[in-house]
């Protein structure tokens, strides 16, 4: 014989959490020489990884970032780097997000 159980879920009562995490990132100037300023805004503090790419999708730079909550601002040299379009990615490994960098000599 089978047994059926009915499983009742209620909405949680009490207050609201806003789960919504922020996370913005941009780098200026956008194109540059050889550096350029990476700012993050996020809503929760903690280690961000910031990686770089290449059009052929080849890591070619990695670092990880200690966050504080809020607006964060480093540093990134491509010096080492060829004139061209880059992708850099910024990720808490729950969200990342993607942005185009150029580097124009």
Not at 38 to 43: A, C, D, F, H, R
């Amino acid at each position: 014989s089978l047994d059926y159980y009915k499983i009742v879920v209620s909405p949680s009562s009490g207050i609201k959490q806003n789960t919504a995490m922020t996370l913005e990132v941009k780098n200026i100037p956008n194109p540059f020489d050889e550096l350029t300023q990476i700012e993050l805004l996020v809503s929760e503090s903690g280690q961000y990884s910031f990686e770089v790419y290449n059009v052929l999708g080849k890591q070619v730079y990695n670092k990880t970032v200690n966050a504080s909550k809020g607006k964060n601002t480093f540093s990134f040299d491509g010096s080492t780097l060829s004139s061209g379009s880059y992708l850099y990615k910024i990720s808490d490994g729950k969200n990342s997000i993607t942005r185009r960098m150029v580097i124009s000599r």
